[in-house]
T-cell receptor, first 114, second 109 residues
Framework: EAGVTQSPTHLIKTRGQQATLRCSPI?????VYWYQQALGLGLQFLLW?????ERNRGNFPPRFSGRQFPNYSSELNVNALELEDSALYLC???WGAGVDSPLHFGNGTRLTVT | TQLLEQSPQFLSIQEGENLTVYCNSSSVFSSLQWYRQEPGEGPVLLVTVVTGGEVKKLKRLTFQFGDARKDSSLHITAAQPGDTGLYLCAGARSEKLVFGKGTKLTVNP
């Protein structure tokens, strides 16, 4: 079975631009989670989508947004990029809607803002 | 304030040694998960512990969930270079899975 796939693997943007990151979950998984992994900060929860709806969001400004499509794939949009947005963005999927369900992670998109 | 504190942050040992890493919190979790992340890859689930006092073994790895479900430990016996990686604990709380900052383990041959 194919794992969680993320694209692109690397993305370089300049400050003020917008970035779009994409994620395809494991087949049959309906929940998609987005995490930011910045150096020294660990994994910070960004967003959780299930069945096309946003279920929860972390402590990030509104310029971080996303959506989940009918096929359960998801995209994360970051507007007005700032230097501190440089990080590895990880997408994960799970088969259940509960937060106790184990997460299956993709290998991430490395976003660099210059 | 970090909800889940992991210690130590960094650990470098020789092949064959034993080690324990800790995941502590003042909060109660309904479950706790352990992941390992290797460079350039996403975290991979190792185990989920649910019941207070639960002990799970995965080959040379032993995971324990504290009786009060606030803390957990991971013990590795006879560590091997293949155990090198970032070990992350994650707890379910308030409709989100929160992660500790991890323990970066290096096992030298």
């Amino acid at each position: 079975e194919a794992g969680v796939t993320q694209s692109p693997t690397h993305l370089i943007k300049t400050r003020g631009q917008q970035a779009t990151l994409r994620c395809s979950p494991i087949s049959g998984h309906t929940s998609v989670y987005w995490y930011q992994q910045a150096l020294g900060l660990g994994l910070q929860f960004l967003l959780w989508y299930d069945e096309g709806e946003e279920r929860n969001r972390g402590n990030f400004p509104p310029r971080f947004s996303g959506r989940q499509f009918p096929n359960y794939s998801s995209e994360l949009n970051v507007n007005a990029l700032e230097l501190e947005d440089s990080a590895l963005y990880l997408c994960a999927s799970s088969w259940g809607a509960g937060v106790d369900s184990p997460l299956h992670f993709g290998n991430g998109t490395r976003l660099t803002v210059t | 304030t970090q909800l889940l504190e992991q210690s130590p942050q960094f650990l470098s040992i020789q092949e064959g040694e034993n080690l324990t890493v800790y995941c502590n919190s003042s909060s109660v979790f309904s479950s706790l998960q352990w992941y390992r992340q290797e460079p350039g890859e996403g975290p991979v689930l190792l185990v989920t512990v649910v019941t207070g006092g639960e002990v799970k073994k995965l080959k040379r790895l032993t995971f324990q969930f504290g009786d009060a479900r606030k803390d957990s430990s991971l013990h590795i016996t006879a560590a091997q270079p293949g155990d090198t990686g970032l070990y992350l604990c994650a707890g379910a709380r308030s409709e989100k899975l929160v992660f500790g900052k991890g323990t970066k383990l290096t096992v030298n041959p």
